[in-house]
């Protein structure tokens, strides 16, 4: 309602902008439980293996290890598919620095994996 007393004086029509507003506030809070209980369920189910070879494996946790935490932070709850708004407010940080981060961080990933996978030790 605090919105309404804002533009007051330019609004004609008042029950149906806050119908509106009120639409959608709910739509994105409809919107935000609904990534939620898709990211609890996604947490709570075992994931298949993308990758079978014990090196390979040890391989990318190496090298998503070499990510500065803020960077590994933000790229993991990125994959998870939480937005940029929703990272920052979840790691208490300006949306732009989450943004920067992730940004940051494909660039680090990126110049680490275009060198070669390691040799298979076994």
Do not use: F
Request: charged residues 25%; contains cysteine; aromatic residues 6%.
């Amino acid at each position: 309602m605090a919105e309404l007393l804002s533009i007051w004086p330019n609004c004609t029509h008042p029950y149906g902008w806050v119908r509106k507003v009120a639409w959608h506030k709910y739509l994105r809070a409809a919107d935000r439980a609904r990534r939620q209980a898709e990211g609890e369920a996604r947490a709570g189910a075992p994931s298949a293996p993308v990758c079978e070879d014990p090196g390979e494996v040890a391989w990318v946790r190496e090298i998503l290890l070499g990510l500065p935490a803020r960077q590994r932070a933000v790229m993991a709850l990125y994959v998870d598919g939480y937005s940029i708004p929703e990272i920052a407010a979840l790691l208490k940080m300006e949306v732009s620095t989450a943004r920067s981060n992730l940004r940051h961080a494909r660039t680090t990933l990126r110049r680490m994996l275009e060198g070669p996978p390691p040799k298979n030790k076994s």
